[in-house]
């Protein structure tokens, strides 16, 4: 198998040629969500990037084992349970089911393992007594902490020196050694769930569940650990500490992709300045959300703003618009299998990169350059709509498997599922949303003249016909009712 395939590795801050441990074979580990509150579309730009760098693995012909975690139990997740006075396990369990509404909604294909922090404790437990016997870890009045200067290399993956290293604030603090230590365990609190351990009863630290659980699905050492850019430190700093620690390879590439930001800061519940994908999917549909989240290069910051998302929507239907048309002349049908499954299940091996134009080929290869390959992709559709417009069939058709194809490997074939039947009330949104912006231009008129009661009316009118109007500060927002 001869493939090019370069990614940029955080740990060497090189692009590296990616050669991975078993020949034929890629194990991927994603750190997956904490699952305190819904998915905003900073989770889900990281979902897309890693859904895209899988599916071009498997176009490529890897056998590829994707193992994408759940964080169910932390302190965010019994906060929220406190204020609103219900069980944690339900705040965690109606939040995992909206995450994974939305990347079947956004069109990621299921990794072969979801493993969750609760159902592997005994996990964890084993590695923390390893780490205790190893002496890079020690008990202190029910907790458990790893000792920062028991390793000669934390804090390599940041590119930090230990004295300029701010203390953990994961725990209590409490009989730590180092107030840079961080937990492994924590001692139970009065009211919060636990699990009983050699150390007391209590429940695992954050950066402990993700080194546990990639050793049991991927092995003692794998091919690619990744997750986002806020993630290096300290999460994935810790997590190389005690995997080293206990005397595990761990990952040999480290690939983390750039935030999506809001005035200029990250997009974070905790900064309240999160985007729903609720919100997002009332402006665009399903595909057009995928494509303005992938369509930058994934170690680049995304910083929101509304002119983007309609760009990337229009540029999404100029492709869709050109896959219909020669559709309907017979060029192409939704049966067709371009290359590169949309759901990624099926392992197409080298022949599906063998049908991509070399240029998409060399873009994805270097570093997963989704704006080159999409560059190709748009040379590709107006090569199409040439043929098209010259009543050229046989030009129209060969142009239409070619751009097929290369979206399939981006997950955004308009033509196969789930797009394909989304988008057939696709046309119909677009009237919709055509005229609702009509009647609440006209009501924002009937506003600015404060003639209230024709406003009023206007907004009665739509709610009679399943339209809900919110306002908000960048201006009114539609949803149909549910």
């Known amino acids: 198998m001869q493939v090019n395939l370069r990614l940029h590795d955080t740990a060497t801050r090189t692009v590296r040629?990616?050669?991975p441990l078993v020949p034929g074979r890629v194990s991927i580990y994603l750190c997956g969500a904490t699952v305190q509150a819904p998915p905003h579309i900073g989770h889900l730009r990281s979902a897309i990037i890693f859904d895209i760098l899988v599916r071009w693995l498997r176009a490529s012909g890897y056998d590829v084992t994707f193992c994408r975690n759940v964080t169910d139990i932390d302190d965010k997740i019994l906060q929220v349970a406190e204020r609103e006075g219900v069980p944690w396990w339900e705040v965690a369990e109606r939040n995992l089911r909206a995450f994974t509404h939305a990347y079947e909604a956004l069109g990621c294909a299921p990794p072969e393992v979801e493993p969750r922090a609760t159902g592997h404790v005994p996990e964890m437990i084993a590695m923390i007594r390893r780490l205790v016997e190893r002496e890079h870890a020690y008990p202190a009045e029910g907790d458990v902490y790893f000792d920062v200067h028991s390793d000669p290399e934390y804090g390599e993956l940041s590119g930090q020196r230990l004295d300029q290293i701010r203390p953990a604030d994961d725990s209590s603090d409490a009989g730590k050694r180092d107030p840079r230590d961080f937990a492994l365990w924590k001692a139970a609190r009065p009211g919060e769930p636990f699990w009983e351990t050699p150390w007391g009863p209590g429940r695992p630290g954050w950066h402990l569940e993700c080194s546990a659980m990639a050793r049991k699905y991927l092995g003692d050492s794998f091919d690619i650990h990744g997750g986002g850019l806020d993630l290096v430190f300290p999460h994935h700093e810790n997590e190389i500490a005690q995997s080293h620690?206990?005397?595990?390879?761990?990952?040999?590439?480290?690939?983390?992709?750039?935030?999506?930001?809001?005035?200029g800061e990250k997009m974070s519940k905790s900064l309240g300045n999160s985007l729903s994908i609720g919100q997002m999917l009332t402006q665009v549909r399903p595909a057009e959300l995928r494509y303005y989240l992938g369509q930058a290069h994934y170690r680049s910051a995304l910083e929101f703003s509304p002119d983007a998302l309609a760009e990337a929507a229009a540029a999404y239907r100029r492709i869709e618009g050109f896959l219909i048309r020669a559709a309907e002349l017979g060029a192409t049908s939704a049966e067709d299998s371009p290359a590169g499954q949309q759901d990624g299940s099926q392992h197409t091996g080298l022949s599906a990169r063998d049908t991509l134009p070399q240029a998409f080929v060399a873009a994805l290869d270097d570093d997963l350059a989704v704006p080159q390959a999409l560059a190709v992709v748009h040379a590709e559709l107006r090569n199409g709509n040439n043929a098209l417009a010259a009543g050229d069939r046989e030009g129209t058709a060969r142009a239409a498997a070619r751009v097929r194809a290369m979206l399939a490997v981006l997950g955004l074939d308009p033509l196969s599922e789930p797009w394909a039947a989304a988008d057939r009330d696709g046309d119909l949104h677009g009237v919709v949303d055509a005229l609702v912006r009509v009647a609440l231009s006209q009501r924002e008129a009937a506003r600015a003249?404060?003639?209230?009661?024709a406003a009023d009316a206007i907004r009665d009118d739509l709610r009679a016909a399943g339209v809900l109007i919110e306002d908000t500060p960048t201006g009114p927002r539609w949803e149909l009712k549910r």
């Open 17 to 19: 040629e990616f050669r």
């Open 245 to 263: 620690s206990a005397g595990y390879e761990f990952a040999h590439y480290w690939v983390h992709n750039g935030l999506v930001g809001v005035s």
């Open 449 to 453: 003249r404060k003639d209230f009661q």
